[in-house]
């Protein structure tokens, strides 16, 4: 690649986004969030709280170089979904309609409808966070924007008011698809008693491939996210099977917004 492309070096932040946009042929690639409104009392503070996540994703960002600063900016999408018909749904609500639409999806990438802003890239070229990992704003989000305000009024101290605004964040992985091969009649008590043994062996697999345990309770799926470390959020999912390791430190005794530790 020529000098004006650099290769991002291995360990600097942002490097999925980087390499994406590095190779040849990525230039329909986006990184980011689709987000998913679910409150319209309030116009204005929306708004502004939209605001403020471009600002926490700038504040990221400006650590980069200025090469690297301004492309990563320039290909950054925040993907807004809004309706009135989705006021006040739940996270599980969201978790479904999202995971129903991206398998849905055409591999080819943009169709009529296909993406409310006309953004939907060829499937080689997808963002896997962008398109697992969608984001939530409901009431009780905005209303932390304005204890970030009332902080910030009242101690002057911005690093404080700053961790008070989040985000929630919802897990929409694919389902697994296992292969539905049928086996011959010698073959299964075979095969049943190699099935407690391959347990173990599945979930490590599982958690190597990024596929989270499957569980039944709705809450599971969805977490805080401290806006500050919206784009650390991207990152660091972007290891692969991070949701349950990520989440459970932050959701006992009681769901607190997700940081950077």
């Not at 966070?129 to 409901?138: Q, S």
Request: aromatic letters at 14%.
């Amino acid at each position: 690649m020529s000098s004006d492309n650099p290769y991002p070096p291995y360990g600097s932040s942002l490097r999925e986004a980087k390499l994406q946009l590095w190779r040849q042929g990525s230039g329909s690639y986006c990184w980011g969030f689709y987000v998913y409104r679910t409150t319209y009392d309030d116009q204005e503070l929306w708004e502004r709280y939209l605001t403020y996540i471009y600002q926490c994703i700038d504040n990221t960002l400006k650590f980069q170089s200025k090469f690297d600063r301004e492309r990563l900016r320039r290909h950054f999408r925040l993907t807004i979904i809004e309706d009135p018909s989705l006021a006040n749904v739940s996270p599980e609500y969201v978790r479904q309609k999202f995971m129903k639409w991206v398998s849905s999806l055409p591999p080819r990438g943009d169709q009529p409808g296909g993406d409310q802003q006309g953004e939907l890239p060829p499937e080689d070229h997808r963002d896997p966070i962008r398109f697992a990992y969608p984001l939530y704003v409901d009431s009780e989000c905005l209303n932390s924007l304005l204890a970030h305000d009332k902080e910030l009024e009242k101690t002057g101290y911005e690093f404080a008011a700053h961790r008070l605004v989040f985000i929630k964040a919802i897990n929409a992985e694919q389902p697994q698809v296992h292969s539905g091969a049928e086996v011959d009649d010698d073959d299964e008590d075979e095969e049943a008693d190699e099935s407690e043994k391959n347990d173990d062996e599945e979930k490590e697999d599982d958690e190597n491939n990024g596929h989270e345990e499957v569980t039944d309770d709705p809450g599971f799926y969805w977490m805080l996210v401290t806006c500050r470390y919206l784009g650390v959020y991207w990152e660091i999912m972007g290891l692969g099977g991070q949701w349950e390791r990520q989440s459970s430190s932050f959701r006992h005794p009681q769901k607190r917004p997700w940081k950077e530790i």
